[in-house]
Antibody
């Protein structure tokens, strides 16, 4: 059974930092692209960023609102995905979900994919 | 950036009704579209991918159609468990979600 379990959320002041973790099990984590999606209170879903598998280059892409502040990384030996969040703003408040990404690379080109598994989410509150 | 617009934002319906939710992309995305169901306090759940492919384990009353810029999610006969919020997502160029459609009991 696939499981994704996020942790690390909490209350932080504007300008502060937080690192979220996502522990994965039930699938071959090293082969998977992974992503982060967030949801502000009462709002819709917003893509945060993704990381490709090392086989596909291991590169990351972030959404414009978090570029330069958030960093996604992975430790395949620990089956864990991370989201390092720096210079946090009030508008970063929300529930953060990790998810699998069915993206892949083929013939020298890479294709984004849908998210078939999601964690339960962890709440990040940025407030003074 | 590709924008995704869902309509309606809220939909009131009864058990047994057939309902359709629309999703429009600001530019052509082929069939690179997914639909998710989300209940309050829970993570999204994948329903449909590649615009019309039903995820394993999802009831067959759910179906998706469309390509290019116009897409629909149809529930053929609403069940009590279906009252939730539905999100479309394009993954043709990075990722963008629609604003969501809340399906309420009439």
């Amino acid at each position: 059974e696939v499981q994704l379990v996020e942790s690390g959320g909490g209350l932080v002041k504007p300008g502060g930092s937080l690192r979220l973790s996502c522990a994965a099990s039930g699938f071959t984590f090293s082969n998977a692209w992974m992503g982060w999606v967030r949801q502000a209170p009462g709002k819709g879903l917003e893509w945060v960023g993704r990381i490709k598998s090392k086989t596909d280059g291991g590169t990351t892409d972030n959404a414009v609102p978090v570029k330069g502040r958030f960093t996604i990384s992975r430790d395949d030996s620990k089956n864990t995905l991370y989201l390092q969040m720096n210079s946090l703003k009030i508008e970063d408040t929300g529930v953060y979900y990790c998810s699998t990404d069915r993206g892949y690379c083929s013939g020298g080109r890479c294709y984004s994919g849908w998210s078939d598994y999601w964690g339960q989410g962890t709440l990040v509150t940025v407030s003074s | 950036d590709i924008q995704m617009t869902q309509s309606p934002s809220t939909l009131s319906a009864s058990v047994g009704d057939r309902v359709t939710i629309a999703c429009r992309a600001s530019q052509s995305i082929g069939n690179w579209l997914a639909w998710y169901q989300q209940k309050p306090g829970k993570a999204p759940k994948l329903l449909i991918y590649k615009a019309s492919s039903l995820e394993s384990g999802v009831p067959s009353r759910f179906s998706g159609s469309g390509s290019g810029t116009e897409f629909t999610l149809t529930i053929s006969s609403l069940q009590p468990d279906d009252f939730a919020t539905y999100h479309c997502q394009q993954y043709n160029s990075f990722y963008t979600f629609g604003q969501g459609t809340k399906l309420e009991i009439k």
